[in-house]
């Protein structure tokens, strides 16, 4: 099994940029979630999604940033426009939603640096 | 507002000892708890669950141990060995359920040679 595959690794863009991250999760798995990790703030939920249908998006920070979940095996977050405070590790995980316990699997993050 | 909390920033431990590392937590609904590792330029990884039925569970090295009334958790390592070197999260669900998770600052564990 590949894992969770997220892309790029690294980001670098400029302020007022748009960026697309983008994770593929573990197949078969039903719940995707979306993490920023700052050194100020940890590692914090920024949305998940069930069955490809948002669930709770009430981490999302501002309305510049956008999820969407069009498949079962494929998410993208967008920000747009980026600014530097923005600047993060950004990981997907995916979880086979059972109906209770069950760890969510983590992707290798994006490093997202906004200058 | 920080629901979970790990107050050691960082822990030094000799090879073969024991790691002991905390975590405390202030909601009262939250009764599904995990520790991940997280090794530098990787993501999380899941180590070990336990359910707030429980007050332990072991998986090899690794022992999670809850006190509900304290509201408390620890994960103990033994024996410590280097490649245990890596950040610990603390994380905690309520219903029982792995969504929606609330991560803890984390602890980075040292385990010297």
């Known amino acids: 099994d590949a894992g969770v595959i997220q892309s790029p690794r690294h980001e670098v863009t400029e302020m007022g940029q748009e960026v697309t991250l983008r994770c593929k999760p573990i197949s078969g798995h039903n719940s995707l979630f979306w993490y920023r990790q700052t050194m100020m703030r940890g590692l914090e939920l920024l949305i998940y999604f069930n069955n490809n249908v948002p669930i709770d998006d009430s981490g999302m920070p501002e309305d510049r940033f956008s999820a969407k979940m069009p498949n079962a095996s494929f998410s993208t977050l967008k920000i747009q426009p980026s600014e530097p405070r923005d600047s993060a590790v950004y990981f997907c995980?995916?979880?086979?939603?059972?109906?209770?316990?069950?760890?969510?699997?983590f992707g290798p993050g994006t490093r997202l640096t906004v200058t | 507002d920080q629901q979970v909390k790990q107050n050691s920033p960082s822990l030094s431990v000799q090879e073969g000892r024991i790691s002991i590392l905390n975590c405390d937590y202030t909601?009262?609904?939250?009764?599904?708890f995990l520790w991940y590792k997280k090794y530098p330029a990787e993501g999380p990884t899941f180590l070990i669950s336990?359910?707030?039925?429980?007050d332990k569970n072991e998986d090899g090295r690794f022992t999670v141990f809850l006190n509900k009334s304290a509201k408390h958790l620890s994960l103990h390592i033994v024996p410590s060995q280097p490649g245990d070197s890596a950040v610990y999260f603390c994380a905690a669900a309520a219903n029982n359920a792995g969504n929606m998770l609330t991560f803890g600052g984390g602890t980075r564990l040292m385990v010297k040679p």
């Open positions: 995980a995916s979880r086979l939603n059972s109906g209770g316990g069950g760890e969510q699997y």
């Open positions: 336990i359910s707030s039925i429980k």
């Open positions: 909601n009262s609904m939250f009764d599904y």
